[in-house]
Structures are given as structure tokens and as C-alpha cells.
């Protein structure tokens, strides 16, 4: 990634001695992800690897640093809840905890302080009067992000909770905020059994979608990456009724829905969270093979090596990967639905750097983030997510092709270089002006590829540009586009899904500076509107016959505030493909 700011040689003794306990040693033997596979995966081919070859010289570094520094993340479940909907007496549902969402204009009081509204007025009697009087001693007035859990005697719940909406609710976001904010209060009051009802659900459009993002919202809430920790804390959740949203097939259809597209979430904030001496080019190109054969009836994987991109061409992506020892690893899934042919073809792409330096032109000084650029793979993450996720939706009437390039780019004497010209699999040439510019190569390939594969659209997803950050801010991806019926789908599924886009535009104008005096063109242009240059740049990868869209999501990919990934675009990738199925 541009803006945002010396491979060392092992020998063979050392090398052969580290691999070796790796491989032998029981204690060392553990999960990547989900319980996926262990540590013995590890060959020791390279014992017999020709010692002329730079691969054959550099294997056993290759295969000890898949590992360096003997981590191995542990094996832990994601969160398993049971939801259900219910329409039942709020006073009399039984459990640990009763969390009510509450916008301010819900809280009001008639002359004698007691609730207007029917659902906190029945609370509250039941109680007698003692809901009224807490929320105004704690002053809750069901401004967002406002909460208060108390114990009363008087209701089927041993708690009940005020969790405040704003002035009004109706957005995805709220509610699933609402959701985050209920898991926090079972996790802090370790509650086992908890119902979330809204005071006021009326003049909701789409009831099922709002028990959805409750829904969503409590298991992303509730869930902790503790892989890396030498401890974790386990949720004592295990089941959550969502009260006054509807009952019946509709909305329980809308629950398994959502079930299999926040599986699909956390494999993705797991994959970016994921540290690159764990998360190599192979280890990605692993997790995307376990994905296919976990879903085989749906789903196939082809994985090519570095000698299968070369016959292909590919000497843009190649170069960005030829300073690493990790090889690089191009990875396709392809998703068929059952039952039929596809009437539609559909692209995803996404960006696949599991670390970043910067190359030749690496990445210093304050703000330059050289430290987090493992989630330089994050439109990667979100592309493995989605494909984890329709594998289990199954949505028919749509092929789906799931293409990452994923590579390192490291430093080293066999590296790009600053001046460099390399060719693209579709014969264009660029001279390499910042080798910190390198996403930007590996996608041209990838795109490429993906129009090979005769698809109708593609839409990629890259942490491509620091300039979309500083347009845009910590939390809202930026859509480049030059079809306005894609944008206009993407949008749509967006407005399902809660994620924050804003389209840019592409200014043809701008790509006076990206031509080069010797090559097709350089591949980066002026400072000024660097997420716009980016864009052109990858657009001439792109044939003109196939509709495409690029999300540049390097601020959202990322939570500095919670210090995690965010497993941002799945939701909307996987909303985007189930709207193109018939």
C-alpha cells in the first residue's frame, strides 16, 4: 500500500535444525485458524532441494520463517449461539438479561414521570416505578452509545438493560450496534441466556433485516480473537431470543443467513489479524484450499505455483513477489451453484500482500505504519470471507470466481527496483517509479486473469492508497467505477450489509501523469488525487466489455480503536452475489 508511510540468509545447518523440531515435536503441533491443520504439515524436502537454484538455496529459510519466532495460534471456535425469534411478553420472558434498545424520544414522561412508551411503561410497572427512576439517576437519556444494566426484582430476567439509540433508529449500524453493545453487557455480567427488543419497532420496513443486524452484531460482539494470547476468556453466551421482530420462516431463514455471513466475517478479521510470520503467501493459499474442500459440493480451488504465472505472463505480480523467500502463491476459487447453470459470472478480487515493507522504496518514518501492513492483505481476507460465506448460502443461478495474487514484497538483491519495467500478462509495460506502489502490480495480473475467466463483473477490494484515508477518514471505503448501474448495485447491497462507501471519481484528466517516456506507464502518478491515479492505473487491466468496480478499504480494513481487524467487505460482497442470483 502506497502512502501510509534486508532479507537475511539462514544456513542450511541452522535452517534444517529449526524446521526440524518444528516438525517433530508434538508440543509445537497446532491449528492456524480453525483447527484447520498442524505444524508437521512442514516438508523437509528441501533436504534434497539443488543447492543451485535460488529457490533450492533459500527453501529451508522459506519453510523456518513460515514460523519465525515459534509462534503457533491456537485453536479457538468461534462463538456458537443459538438465536430464535419470539413474540412474547417482555415482563415474563425468563433469562439473564433483558436489553432493551431505546431511542430519546422513547424515554419521554408524562407529567407524573412515568414512560410513555407501552414496552418501558410495562417494564417499568412491573418494577415498580424503579426503571424510571434509575434512568434518571444515571441520567440515561438513549443517546448512542448510552447504557445502563441493573438488577431488579420484579421481571422473568435477572437484569435488564437501557442501551440508547440516538434520536432515532432505522440504519443497519444502529442496530447492530445495539447487538455489540448487548454482547458487552453478557460478557461483563457473564450471562448465559439474554433477549434484545426494541421499545419502539414500529414503522420498521424490513423487520427480518433488523433482527439480522442485532443478530450480527451480538456474535461479532461477543467474539475475541485470543489465538495469540497465552490465554483467552470463553463467553458464557449461548443463546439470545430476539423479541418483537416477527416469527416464522422469513426471519429464521434471515437468522441462518446472517449466521453464515458473520463465519465468514471472522475468518476474515482472523486472516488479517494474523501476523505475516504466521500468515505466509502459502498459508493464505492453504486457508483458501481448506475453505474448498470444507465446501467441495460447491466450491473448487486452483492454486498456481510461481512456474504456472510465469507461462501466464505475469511478470507484474511476479516482480512484487521476487524479493521475498515466501514464494508466491495465486490463488482461485471458483463457486458453482448447485442445482443449474449460472446465468451470471461474477469477479471477485482481492489484493493479497500478507506484509508489505515497502520494498526498495520502504516505508519510514512517523505514520508510515510499516508495522500493520499485515493487513495488507485485507481485500484478500474479504474475498476468502465472502467465498467461505456463499459456500454455505449456496445462492443460486451464479458463478462466483474468488482471485487473489498473494505475494510479500520484502527486500532483497533479487528484488524490484525503483526504475524497473515489467510487463503485465496482458502485454502492457510500466516502469516502476515506487516500488511502495506495488498492489497496484500484483492486481493488474489478477484482473487480467479474472477477465480470462469470462466473468460479466468483477469488483476488487485492495488497502490500496493512504490517500483514500486522508479523503475519507478511518471508517468509509472509497468505490471507483466507471459503470453507474454497478455502483448502483454495490450501494444497494451496502445499504443491507451497514458497511460505509462513498464514490470517487475517476478523472481521465489525472492520467497525464502516470505516462512514462519509455514505458506504457508508470505506476504511480502526482501526489494530489493518488486513490484516483490508483484507479486508472488498475482500470487498464481491466477488458472494456466486463462491468468493474474497485474499493480502495484501506481505512475501514482496520480498528485503531479496538486494535483489530474489522472484517470489512464481506457482508457486502456476499449481499452483492446473492442480489445477482436468481
Not at 329 to 343: M, S
Not at 455 to 469: E, N, P, Q, R
Request: charged share 20%; proline share 4%.
Amino acid at each position: 500500500m502506497r502512502g501510509l508511510g534486508t532479507t537475511g540468509k539462514m544456513v542450511s545447518v541452522a535452517s534444517f535444525a529449526y524446521t526440524f523440531i518444528a516438525v517433530t515435536s508434538p508440543s509445537y503441533s497446532s491449528c492456524f485458524l480453525t483447527k484447520l491443520r498442524s505444524a508437521p504439515s512442514l516438508r523437509l524436502s528441501f533436504a534434497v532441494s539443488p543447492l543451485c537454484s535460488r529457490r533450492g538455496k533459500l527453501m529451508a529459510h522459506t519453510l523456518a520463517q513460515a514460523n519465525l519466532g515459534l509462534t503457533y495460534p491456537s485453536g479457538i471456535d468461534a462463538p456458537k449461539i443459538s438465536f430464535a425469534a419470539k413474540e412474547i411478553d417482555v415482563a415474563e420472558w425468563k433469562g439473564d438479561l433483558l436489553a432493551v434498545g431505546v431511542t430519546e424520544k422513547d424515554l419521554a414522561k408524562d407529567e407524573n414521570s412515568k414512560f410513555q412508551n407501552s414496552v418501558l411503561k410495562k417494564l417499568d410497572s412491573h418494577l415498580g416505578g424503579l426503571l424510571a427512576e434509575v434512568s434518571s439517576e444515571e441520567d440515561f437519556t438513549g443517546k448512542s452509545g448510552q447504557s445502563t444494566v441493573v438488577r431488579l426484582p420484579g421481571l422473568g430476567s435477572k437484569r435488564v438493560g437501557l442501551f440508547g439509540l440516538g434520536q432515532s433508529a432505522s440504519s443497519t449500524a444502529a442496530f447492530r450496534g445495539l447487538g455489540e453493545a448487548a454482547a458487552a453487557a453478557a460478557k461483563a455480567t457473564q450471562s448465559s441466556d439474554i433477549a434484545i427488543v426494541l421499545a419502539s419497532s414500529e414503522g420498521l420496513s424490513a423487520k427480518s433485516n433488523t433482527a439480522s443486524a442485532i443478530a450480527s452484531g451480538t456474535v461479532l460482539g461477543i467474539y475475541e480473537d485470543g489465538r495469540y494470547k497465552s490465554e483467552s476468556k470463553k463467553s458464557a453466551l449461548k443463546s439470545v431470543d430476539i423479541l418483537g421482530l416477527g416469527t416464522g420462516a422469513e426471519v429464521e431463514k434471515k437468522l441462518k443467513y446472517t449466521e453464515d455471513v458473520t463465519s465468514g466475517i471472522i475468518f476474515g478479521k482472523e486472516l488479517v489479524n494474523s501476523p505475516a510470520n504466521v500468515l505466509t503467501p502459502g498459508k493464505l493459499a492453504e486457508e483458501a484450499s481448506k475453505i474448498a474442500s470444507t465446501y467441495s459440493d460447491v466450491l473448487s480451488a486452483n492454486i498456481l505455483n510461481e512456474e504456472q504465472c510465469k507461462e501466464l505472463k505475469m511478470g507484474s505480480y511476479l516482480a512484487v513477489a521476487a524479493a521475498s523467500t515466501n514464494p508466491p502463491h495465486f490463488i482461485h476459487l471458483i463457486y458453482k451453484p448447485p442445482g443449474g447453470p449460472a446465468k451470471v459470472k461474477l469477479g471477485l478480487v482481492g489484493k493479497g500482500l500478507t506484509f508489505d515493507s515497502g520494498g526498495y522504496n520502504i516505508k519510514t518514518g512517523p505514520g508510515c505504519s510499516i508495522e500493520q501492513m499485515k493487513f495488507d492483505m485485507g481485500g484478500s481476507a474479504a474475498v476468502l470471507g465472502a467465498a467461505k460465506a456463499i459456500a454455505q448460502i449456496k445462492p443460486p443461478g451464479v458463478e462466483v470466481h474468488f482471485i487473489v495474487a498473494a505475494c510479500e514484497n520484502m527486500i532483497s538483491g533479487t528484488g524490484m527496483r525503483p526504475g524497473d519495467i515489467v510487463t503485465a500478462s496482458n502485454g502492457k509495460t510500466i516502469e516502476v517509479n515506487n516500488t511502495d506502489a506495488e498492489g497496484r502490480l500484483t492486481l493488474a495480473d489478477a484482473l487480467v486473469y479474472a477477465c480470462n475467466q469470462g466473468v460479466d463483473k468483477i469488483v476488487d477490494l485492495a488497502t490500496l492508497t493512504g490517500a483514500c484515508i486522508v479523503a475519507l477518514g478511518p471508517s468509509i471505503a472509497g468505490v471507483f467505477t466507471p459503470s453507474d448501474d454497478l455502483a448502483k448495485e454495490v450501494f444497494a447491497a451496502s445499504e443491507i450489509s451497514g458497511e460505509k462507501f462513498w464514490r470517487l471519481p475517476m478523472e481521465e484528466s489525472y492520467w497525464e501523469s502516470m505516462k512514462s517516456g519509455i514505458a506504457d506507464m508508470l505506476n504511480t502518478g502526482a501526489r494530489q488525487g493518488g486513490s484516483i491515479t490508483a484507479a486508472l492505473f488498475l482500470k487498464q487491466f481491466v477488458d472494456e466489455k466486463v462491468q468493474w468496480l474497485h474499493i480502495d478499504m484501506a481505512g475501514p480494513v482496520w480498528s485503531d480503536k479496538k486494535r483489530t481487524a474489522t472484517g470489512f467487505g464481506v457482508s457486502t460482497l456476499v449481499e452483492w452475489v446473492q442480489n445477482n442470483s436468481s
